[in-house]
């Protein structure tokens, strides 16, 4: 039988090496966030001919052996995706290596958890061009390979994807309060009201937030405990887009959370779990400037997200970030 993917012990090898970080120099997005991997395994040589650096001499083994197999962000993915000249063979090969040579090893037992049960679940998944990605998650392995898809499959996707953007405007409503007064309160406001200082009197609309449940009970009521039916129809770099703007939503909310059990304002901008995730899609300087933005800027970072979930949507040109 012919050699159609990269084998587990090679993808728990990768993961094992990559100190939980996308191998692009200088890049901290996160492989994984929880239990949900949402950085990819890209082949260096492409898998499938018309693919970035096809070798159509290499043998299926070599194809997909842990020697020819690199993790990178889908930002990173795509932006090697798109400059082949640039990112050849050699240099692809050396920025792994040097990755690997100074990350810090993620455990044996945290890889296993996070690959549970792949051996028993192998699937192929259309997709078009590019390096070739594979989503790993706690329960399978998808290879994505390039292949024509029907008419049926193509009206499930483009169904799927109006799916996640409702969702997401429902996310919108249940955390609008948490948004809102970012955008029109100063961080230092913000302390005073939660040192108990004063503060603006508007701060008392989130109070919702001191209940730990608050953000996950929204999460739910917004349609995002469902989201995953429609994982199987969208692109990697979408899902991945979608599932940022959900945690965010839920990670800032939880620093609300943190901010009254504490007595001080956990500000999202210096959370290391909010770094990670914007990150994880937004170039590193748009990021850097966030963090410059006293006023507004978490609106302004989700309007950065929505901006990149709707240029691989296909909905609108190059994003502005």
Request: net charge negative.
């Amino acid at each position: 039988m012919a050699t159609t993917g990269p084998s587990i012990t090679d993808i728990k090898l990768l993961f094992t090496k990559s100190g939980n970080r996308c191998s692009f120099p200088k890049c901290r997005a996160p492989m994984a966030l929880g239990d949900t991997l949402v950085g990819e395994v890209c082949h260096i040589k492409g898998a499938r001919p018309g693919s970035a650096r096809h070798d159509p001499a290499q043998q299926p083994v070599e194809r997909h052996s842990r020697s020819n197999l690199i993790l990178l962000c889908p930002t990173h993915h795509t932006v090697i995706d798109d400059d082949d000249e640039s990112y050849s063979v050699e240099r692809l090969i050396q920025m792994k290596r040097a990755h690997e040579e100074t990350a810090t090893n993620v455990a044996e037992d945290e890889v296993d958890r996070l690959t549970i049960s792949v051996e028993q679940n192998v699937t192929s998944v259309a997709q078009s061009g590019g390096l070739s990605a594979h989503t790993v998650n706690a329960a399978s392995i998808t290879v994505q390979a390039a292949e024509p898809a029907s008419g049926f499959v193509n009206q499930r996707q483009v169904l799927a994807v109006e799916n996640l953007w409702n969702i997401m405007r429902n996310l919108s409503s249940e955390f609008s309060m948490v948004v809102f007064v970012d955008t029109i309160l100063l961080p230092q406001e913000m302390q005073a009201y939660f040192k108990g200082a004063g503060g603006p009197p508007l701060m008392d609309s989130i109070r919702e937030f001191r209940d730990r449940h608050a953000p996950v009970s929204k999460i739910e009521k917004a349609g995002g405990l469902t989201a995953a039916k429609e994982r199987p129809f969208v692109s990697q770099r979408l899902w991945s887009i979608y599932f940022v703007v959900q945690a965010i939503y839920g990670r800032t909310a939880m620093l609300i959370e943190t901010s009254f059990n504490e007595g001080r304002y956990v500000d999202w901008r210096t959370d290391n779990g909010c770094d990670q995730l914007l990150r994880a899609i937004l170039p590193g300087h748009a990021v850097d400037h966030l963090k410059t933005l006293s006023i507004n800027a978490l609106r302004t970072a989700i309007e950065y997200l929505e901006d990149h979930f709707l240029v691989e949507a296909g909905m609108r040109k190059g994003a502005s970030t």
